[in-house]
């Protein structure tokens, strides 16, 4: 089976920082995505993590640990136009040719000024 | 390229009705997805292609679904007899990719969100 579980919500400031968790139980492993999605939008690529570590993009950083199923998604400098859904969302090989991302429910971030 | 495109981005049917999506991918990219995304949730895959063969489907796909890519460019996803239970955002996405290893990033398209009255 495969679970993917992430908070509903969260609020922070503009300006700091937050963290998004999401823990996974999958039967197969090959990568771990964040993805944005902002209301009515499509999904945006934001980063891959497939080694243990932190892997740092501008504002944004993941981290894995692949021991514990866990990664986070860490966002700094908080801007209103970070409100959005943040989904993560695991490569899960199962069959011969299987490569399809299984996705959390997201977790929808609302920056307050 | 102008990325991945969805058409028609809307459609309102009625219980009963066929309906059908098309997604036009990245035109260098092999691999083409579909996914399902109702409120709040995340996307649910449904079905994937490499080139126009289809790989894998989801057991929850029922058979009133059937997605093709007849010449390994373009796909369409029909939905025969259509029910309220298939209202939703149907998002397509595509990505070049060989074998199992490897980074397998996804370019979706902005879906076409179907509602069934």
């Known amino acids: 089976g495969q679970n993917i579980d992430q908070p509903t919500e969260m609020t922070a400031t503009e300006g700091a920082i937050v963290q998004i968790n999401c823990t996974y139980q999958t039967s197969g492993f090959n990568g771990l995505f964040w993805y944005q999605q902002h209301a009515g939008e499509a999904p945006t690529f934001l980063s891959y993590?497939?080694?243990?570590g932190l892997e740092e993009k501008g504002r944004f950083s993941s981290f894995l640990s692949r021991s514990k199923g866990y990664s986070y998604l860490l966002l700094k400098e908080l801007q209103m136009k970070d409100s959005a859904s943040y989904l993560c969302?695991?490569?899960?090989?199962?069959?011969?040719?299987?490569?399809?991302?299984?996705f959390g429910a997201g977790t929808i971030l609302r920056v307050k000024s | 390229d102008t990325g991945v495109s969805q058409d028609p981005r809307h459609k309102i049917t009625k219980r009963g009705q066929n309906v059908t999506f098309r997604c036009d991918p990245i035109?260098?990219?092999?691999?083409l997805y579909w996914y399902r995304q109702t409120l709040g949730q995340g996307p649910e895959f449904l079905t994937y292609f490499q080139n126009e063969a289809q790989l894998e489907k989801s057991r929850l796909l029922s058979d009133r679904f059937s997605a093709e890519r007849p010449k390994g460019s373009f796909s369409t996803l029909e939905i025969q007899r259509t029910e309220q239970g298939d209202s939703a955002m149907y998002l397509c996405?595509?990505?070049?990719?060989?074998?199992?290893?490897?980074?397998?990033?996804?370019?979706f398209g902005a879906g076409s969100r179907l509602t069934v009255l």
């Open positions: 996405a595509s990505t070049f990719k060989v074998g199992k290893s490897g980074a397998n990033v996804l370019t």
């Open positions: 969302a695991v490569d899960a090989p199962e069959e011969e040719y299987g490569n399809k991302l299984v």
């Open positions: 993590n497939v080694l243990d």
């Open positions: 035109s260098e990219h092999n691999r």
